[in-house]
């Protein structure tokens, strides 16, 4: 296991993600008017749901802590959002849906990523700067 790499290829993981989730966030606003004709004021409704995880972001990452190490908890906010993404995409049929699949994809929200993706930086770069595993 060579961690200069690793450190490379999360950093090359999160840059990639990060323009992925920066042109899904520029589009949510027209497919949720385009596709499920929601307006103006049922998008500022939806506002709750899209940031309730970002206010629950430490219990989130508190219960994440005790499971998983930093790297890993960036995975699985990765995975959320994809999964979030794609939810909203295929799995939407309807508004009842289209907010689980929005609460499931804000649990990556910016604040989050930011968060997990930080942390397990922070953790590989002292590893690296400590001569630790």
Not at 38 to 46: G, K, Y
Not at 72 to 87: E, I, K, P, W, Y
Request: hydrophobic share 50%; aromatic share 10%; with cysteine.
């Amino acid at each position: 296991m060579n961690p200069k790499r690793d450190i490379w290829f999360a950093l090359l993981a999160t840059l990639c993600f990060s323009a992925a989730s920066g042109i899904f966030q520029s589009t949510l606003n027209n497919y949720l008017s385009d596709v499920h004709h929601l307006d103006a004021a049922m998008r500022d409704w939806l506002e709750f749901p899209r940031e309730l995880p970002g206010f629950l972001i430490m219990l989130i990452a508190g219960v994440m802590l005790t499971i998983l190490c930093g790297t890993q908890m960036a995975v699985f906010a990765m995975l959320f959002s994809a999964l979030g993404a794609l939810g909203l995409d295929y799995l939407a049929p309807d508004k009842v849906f289209l907010i689980a699949w929005i609460v499931i994809w804000s649990i990556r929200g910016r604040s989050n990523h930011r968060s997990l993706t930080g942390m397990s930086d922070r953790d590989n770069i002292e590893r690296l700067s400590l001569g630790g595993k």
